[in-house]
């Protein structure tokens, strides 16, 4: 069974703070994705990748980077944390690009 | 115009009913479209793919329309279970990505 694990469901940092958001998935997906969710405005895509050590920028990479050192991880970067990236962050990944992608949990990450 | 329209609803029903959602979706190159259902403060989940003109899971259909460019999900014989968000997703080849709508409210009600 596809399995996306996220390494914290909650987490809470303080403003200017570098936070990690770490990713794996065990299903030897080529493409990984990192997206924010927030009410009304549904989910928004700030980076992916198709390969490793690839990356591309998503609809709102500002603030944010991302790794690709190894296939299975893929970690988000909020280099100084702001109160305006306060949101839920969905990790997911997928096959190919056309086909579904599979999420992980989430992590609901408040900065204070 | 987003890319992808979900009316959010709620859409509130009685058990055993039978629901219908629209999504539209602005671009004609949107090759293959996805439902994802999405409880409150979970992930996503993929409830159904959609590559041709339809497709049918149980109580679950959804319809593709090209011409009018929009999908449908279909959902008969409602549970109280089925109660969540349900997400339309559309990929278009150019932007090689997914485009999730904001979500449509189902609630199922006694």
């Known amino acids: 069974d596809v399995k996306v694990t996220q390494s914290s469901r909650y987490l809470v940092k303080r403003t200017g703070e570098k936070v990690f958001l770490e990713c794996v998935q065990d299903m030897d997906h080529e493409n990984m994705f990192w997206y924010r969710q927030d009410p009304g405005l549904g989910l928004r895509l700030i980076y992916f990748s198709y390969d490793v050590k690839m990356k591309e920028k998503g609809d709102i990479p500002e603030g944010y980077s991302v790794s690709r050192e190894k296939k299975e991880r893929f970690s988000l970067i909020l280099e100084s944390a702001s109160t305006n990236q306060t949101s839920m962050y969905l990790c997911a990944s997928s096959r190919m690009s056309n086909q579904p992608q599979h999420f992980g949990d989430g992590t609901r990450l408040s900065i204070l | ?110």
């Open chain 2, 1 to 110: 115009r987003k890319e992808v329209e979900q009316d959010p609803g709620p859409f509130n029903v009685p058990e055993g009913a039978t629901v219908a959602f629209n999504c539209t979706y602005s671009n004609s190159a949107s090759q293959s479209f996805f439902w994802y259902r999405q409880d409150c403060r979970k992930e996503p989940k993929l409830l159904m793919s959609v590559y041709s003109s339809g497709n049918e899971d149980g109580r679950f259909t959804a319809q593709l329309n090209r011409a009018s460019q929009y999908i449908s999900l279909l959902i008969r014989d409602s549970k109280l279970s089925d109660s969540a968000t349900y997400l339309c997703v559309a990929f278009t080849g150019g932007g090689n990505k997914l485009t999730f709508g904001t979500g449509t409210q189902l609630k199922v009600e006694l």
